[in-house]
């Protein structure tokens, strides 16, 4: 069992930074790759950025790109958001996401949630 807890939402003016942290408990040693994703009301859940294990590999979408940096300290078990050039349509909740290696069959874990506003 992993469990997830995300901080640092809150609100930001446009063009501002913020960042997210997430830290994991539990079975933590099975996790492999993390990431975050948000949703906002009204649209469908979308990935922002993920990161392998050890942090060779990293995905960011289009939308975010140039400007998020996604990172993980797994001494601390803990996954970062770092979110620049922040505009009103990164409005969301962004959650945190694990994948656990299970033998055959990873499983997923998922935060609550922190909410982030980007005022404009």
């Known amino acids: 069992q992993v469990q997830l807890v995300e901080s640092g939402g809150g609100l930001v003016q446009a063009g501002g930074s913020l960042k997210l942290a997430c830290v994991a408990s539990?079975?933590?040693?099975?996790?492999?790759?993390m990431g975050w994703y948000r949703q906002a009301p009204g649209k469908e859940r979308e990935l922002v950025a993920s990161?392998?294990?050890?942090?060779?590999?990293?995905y960011y979408a289009d939308s975010v790109k140039g400007r998020f940096t996604i990172a993980r300290d797994n001494t601390k078990s803990t996954l970062y958001l770092q979110m620049a050039s922040l505009n009103p349509e990164a409005t969301a909740v962004y959650l945190c996401?694990?994948?656990?290696?299970?033998?055959?069959?990873?499983?997923?874990?998922w935060g609550q949630g922190t909410q982030v506003t980007v005022s404009s």
């Open positions: 990161i392998t294990r050890l942090s060779t590999t990293t």
């Open positions: 996401w694990a994948e656990c290696g299970r033998g055959h069959a990873d499983r997923d874990y």
């Open positions: 539990g079975g933590v040693f099975s996790i492999t790759d």
